[in-house]
């Protein structure tokens, strides 16, 4: 993903029910592209949903389907 501001980012996953299972960034970042690596090992293969958030009012939320 990409920053095109210095903002608040939060990156997380979530499972069905709408709890959070991980989260994989949440602070300040600068601006740039990212890499973030997913490492699910301790997650049991199905569906869960990815949010990206800015606190500049950004947000986009995507399925996932993880198989092992």
Same mark, same amino acid.
């Given at each position: 993903?990409?920053?095109?501001?210095?903002?608040r980012?939060?990156?997380?996953?979530?499972?069905?029910?709408?709890?959070?299972?991980?989260?994989?960034?949440d602070?300040?970042?600068?601006? !740039? %592209? *990212?890499?973030?690596?997913?490492?699910?090992? $301790?997650? =049991?293969? !199905? %569906? *869960?949903?990815?949010?990206?958030?800015?606190d $500049?009012? =950004?947000?986009?939320?995507?399925?996932?389907?993880?198989?092992?």
């Amino acid at each position: 993903f990409s920053v095109s501001e210095r903002s608040r980012i939060s990156l997380k996953v979530f499972d069905v029910l709408g709890r959070v299972v991980e989260v994989l960034a949440d602070g300040i970042m600068n601006t !740039g %592209v *990212y890499k973030i690596n997913f490492d699910g090992r $301790k997650l =049991a293969s !199905g %569906v *869960y949903i990815y949010s990206l958030s800015s606190d $500049k009012g =950004a947000m986009t939320s995507k399925k996932m389907v993880f198989l092992k």
